[in-house]
Every structure is written in structure tokens, then in C-alpha cells.
């Protein structure tokens, strides 16, 4: 069995621009970019940017792009200078001692002097056949208000978020930049998020909260129309026409292959890089983007992180190669 300089793990934009940088380092880099799924929603190689219709925000692409068109061109950039790919979802891996060894869904065994760990975190979503439906087809919802609020479909529109922790508090208030009115579900009586960020949605005087509500539906056919909701307390059930809906409770890193394998992770499971670097607990295992990153989860910033993640394993394969 050969033993690969380096394996990046996963694919989006940080495993992506860390195929291209190892590849024109001539790092001969392999890249295991896993298999589509459900997680209630599909999970499919190339990451978040897949489910997403309109990237207006990287720069370069002026007149917009879709995520999965972005990510094919990343992955045509990839390939171009000779990143090899394996559609295989790696189960777990041994980090113990080099070369270290990644198991795979197909019952191989890669063996790698290096990793670049880049797989990602999920949104949650709440699991409604229709808010999957819309939000797989661009009809109107979405998990990323920073990502696709701005958009033309959603300005001076009503807009709702759902959820009661920072990053919805975040998304809430960044709605009110260009919605006519935000409305805030929330399942309790009091939000989870700090003061600081309850503050800026509660004093918006575009903003509304809907307390003690949950969505158990989500209406339209090619685009969103409106919710249906139920009383937590009391049962009863309304409607909320709309003309977009961010669910915000929250992402999962897919970090569960490393069970077992000495990878540090937070108490949230995200892994925990070593100062600005990319580098892991682990001597020449690396991390770039969401999987390490539960602030920004941005394509540019995963991006950015493959980047250093591809010069970190490159220069410290000359130093241990």
C-alpha cells in the first residue's frame, strides 16, 4: 500500500482551495470528498454552498453565483492541477502514530503522512417535509440570513427567524437592514442569547418576537408563503404569511468520524486549532473551515482557511517528510 503525502478530508471551499494549494505545491493531494445524504436535509459533497442558489457576497463574481456552480469550478481548479478524488466517506481514523490511516466506507484503509480534516458543520433544521423541500430548491428558506438575506427576493419583504440563541439574535438583527418586518419565533418565553444580542433585535423597531411559538409547518409550493404555528403553551394554532424564513438552532461540525482518534474538539464538537494556525492536536493533522469554525462560517473565510491549511502541511512535510 502506498502512503499519500497528504489527504484532505472533505470538499466546499476549504477543502477545495486546499486541494488547489497542495496540488500546485506538488503535493500529489487526495482528496476523500464523501457521499450525498440526509441529515434530515441533504448532505452532498461540496458542503453548505450546495443548498445555496445565490452567492452574491465572494468576491470575483459580480453578477452572483450559484453554490453548486461555484463549487464546480473549484472543483474543475482542483482537479486541474492534479488533485485525485475517492467518493468515499471516511468512517474513522487512526492518528496514533504516521503513516496515519483513515478508514472508508468502502472498506479501504488510506494511509497518509498528513491529513487536512475539512468536513464541514451542518445547519439543524428543524425537519418539516416542506422547509426541506424549499430550502433544497431555493424557494425562500434558508439556514444563512448573512449568506442570502441581502438578496433582492428578500428586501422590504416580512422575514422570520426561528431559534432564540446568538447566532439567531445575529441573523435577526441583520434581517432588519432590509426587511419590513422580522418576525422572531421562539419556542420559550425568554431568548437564550446574551443581553448584548437580545438588545439589538428587542430595540429594532422593525423587529417582532413571537413567543412561546413553534413551526410546525411551512406553506407554498415553489416559493415560501407563510408558517403555521402552535402555541406552546396553549396549543393553538395560527398562520404567518412571509416571504422568507431562516431557521438559526444551530449547526453540527461532521466530526464524528474522529471518535476515538485524538483529535481535540470543543464541547460543541468543532475542532480546536492551535493558536492562528490550522494545525490540530495532532502533529501533521490540519483542520480548515466550518469544521473548525463555529463564528464565521462563511465561504471566503473557509476558503482562507484551506489556504493556510494547504501551506501549513506543506511546510511541515519538508521539516518531517
Not at 274 to 286: A, D, I, L, P, R
Amino acid at each position: 500500500m502506498s502512503t499519500e503525502r497528504v489527504v484532505i478530508i472533505g470538499s466546499g471551499p476549504a477543502g477545495w482551495t486546499a486541494a488547489i494549494y497542495a496540488a500546485r505545491a506538488n503535493l500529489d493531494p487526495l482528496c476523500l470528498i464523501g457521499v450525498p445524504r440526509s441529515n434530515p436535509a441533504p448532505v452532498l459533497p461540496g458542503g453548505q454552498l450546495m443548498l445555496t442558489t445565490e452567492v452574491e457576497n465572494y468576491p470575483g463574481f459580480p453578477e452572483g453565483i450559484t453554490g453548486p456552480d461555484m463549487m464546480e469550478a473549484f472543483q474543475k481548479q482542483a482537479e486541474r492541477f492534479g488533485t485525485r478524488i475517492n467518493r468515499v466517506e471516511v468512517t474513522s481514523c487512526d492518528f496514533s502514530s504516521r503513516p496515519f490511516k483513515l478508514t472508508c466506507s468502502d472498506g479501504e484503509v488510506v494511509e497518509a503522512q498528513s491529513v487536512i480534516i475539512a468536513t464541514g458543520a451542518t445547519a439543524n433544521w428543524l425537519g418539516l417535509d416542506n422547509e426541506l423541500r424549499l430550502a433544497t430548491s431555493g424557494g425562500g428558506v434558508s439556514a444563512c440570513a448573512v449568506c442570502d438575506g441581502a438578496l433582492p427576493v428578500f428586501r422590504d419583504k416580512p422575514l422570520a427567524v426561528i431559534g432564540g440563541g446568538d447566532s439567531a439574535m445575529e441573523e435577526a438583527a441583520y434581517l432588519t437592514k432590509f426587511a419590513s418586518t422580522v418576525h422572531v419565533i421562539h419556542r420559550r418565553d425568554a431568548f437564550r442569547a446574551s443581553k448584548v444580542m437580545q438588545a439589538r433585535v428587542l430595540e429594532a423597531d422593525n423587529a417582532q418576537v413571537h413567543w412561546n411559538k413553534q413551526v410546525v409547518d411551512v406553506l407554498g409550493d415553489e416559493f415560501i408563503t407563510g408558517i403555521e404555528m402552535e402555541d406552546t403553551v396553549t396549543g393553538e394554532r395560527s398562520t404567518l404569511d412571509l416571504s422568507g424564513l431562516f431557521v438559526a438552532i444551530g449547526h453540527t461540525p461532521a466530526t464524528g468520524f474522529l471518535e476515538g482518534s485524538g483529535i481535540a474538539l470543543d464541547d460543541e464538537g468543532y475542532v480546536v486549532l492551535q493558536g492562528q494556525s490550522s494545525c490540530t492536536n495532532v502533529e501533521g493533522v490540519f483542520a480548515a473551515g466550518d469544521v473548525a469554525d463555529s463564528t464565521y462560517r462563511q465561504a471566503i473565510t473557509a476558503a482562507g482557511m484551506g489556504c493556510k491549511a494547504a501551506l501549513d502541511a506543506e511546510r511541515w512535510l519538508a521539516e518531517h517528510a
